[in-house]
């Protein structure tokens, strides 16, 4: 939901009110989310207001991708699919 947000990020309370979840357990999840350096958050208010940092997912996703068959394609085959219908996201080099 929060990378869909987009860098404007949303409320506590909206994130809670979308996902049906007490805030005190939405809390404890978003507190481990941006400890792990997932998300940030910001004061707007009375309002705290949550974005994903995408540099840190950048980072995690390269990371975990590196060797995620350890010598068994089957268990990639499902990710290579994600990342092909993601490759709408990746800009085109065009060579002059």
């Known amino acids: 939901m929060l990378v869909q947000a987009g860098p404007e990020g949303l409320a506590a309370g909206e ?54 068959c350890g010598g068994s394609p089957e268990i990639c085959a499902p990710l290579a699919e994600v990342c092909a219908r993601a490759a709408c996201c990746v800009p085109t080099l065009h060579h002059a």
């Open 15 to 68: 994130i809670a009110r979308r996902l049906h979840m007490p805030p005190n357990s939405l809390s404890a999840n978003l507190k481990v989310l941006s400890h792990a350096g997932l998300l940030a958050f910001r004061r707007d208010g009375r309002s705290i207001i949550y974005s994903a940092r995408y540099d840190q997912m950048t980072q995690l996703l390269g990371y975990l991708m590196e060797d995620c």
